[in-house]
């Protein structure tokens, strides 16, 4: 729905962002229950190859994001908005695993009991599409 715009983040049927796991994989990996629950709180499953990390860097920057790109000189950061960072492996200071999911807690609290249900509805139905092609980084 627009009222959350989860094709910002997802992908669903190889359509949308690359930040959070594609959704027809997830769908299909997952029943009804757990979608629900990982709508909810998700923080509380966080995907493999979507745990984000906490960077701060020698100029008192601090960034949350996954790493997508990393060698032994820099780091490539997306943010939850999808937005590219780069920064050398020298300006890291700290670097430390986040235990909270990109995606927002109370991102569906305005959505009526309806629209979430359409919603719900809607990422399961997407079990039968084929996943994005670079889903699974």
């Given amino acids: 729905t627009r009222k959350v715009r989860c094709s910002r983040c997802h992908a669903g049927a190889r359509r949308g962002g690359q930040v959070g796991p594609d959704l027809a994989g997830f769908a299909a990996q997952f029943n009804r229950g757990e979608i629900i629950d990982s709508i909810l709180a ?53 670097r430390r695993p986040s235990q909270k999911s990109l995606m927002p807690d109370g991102l569906v609290d305005h959505l009526s009991d309806t629209e979430f249900a359409d919603l719900v509805e809607f990422v399961g139905s997407l079990r039968s599409r084929p996943p994005a092609a670079n889903a699974n980084r």
Wanted: aromatic letters at 2%.
């Fill in 42 to 94: 998700p923080s509380r499953r966080l995907a493999n190859g979507y745990i984000s990390v906490i960077l701060a860097t020698d100029s008192g920057q601090v960034l949350t994001g996954l790493v997508r790109n990393e060698s032994a000189v820099s780091l490539e950061l997306v943010d939850g908005e999808g937005r590219v960072v780069r920064l050398s492996q020298e300006e890291i200071e700290i």
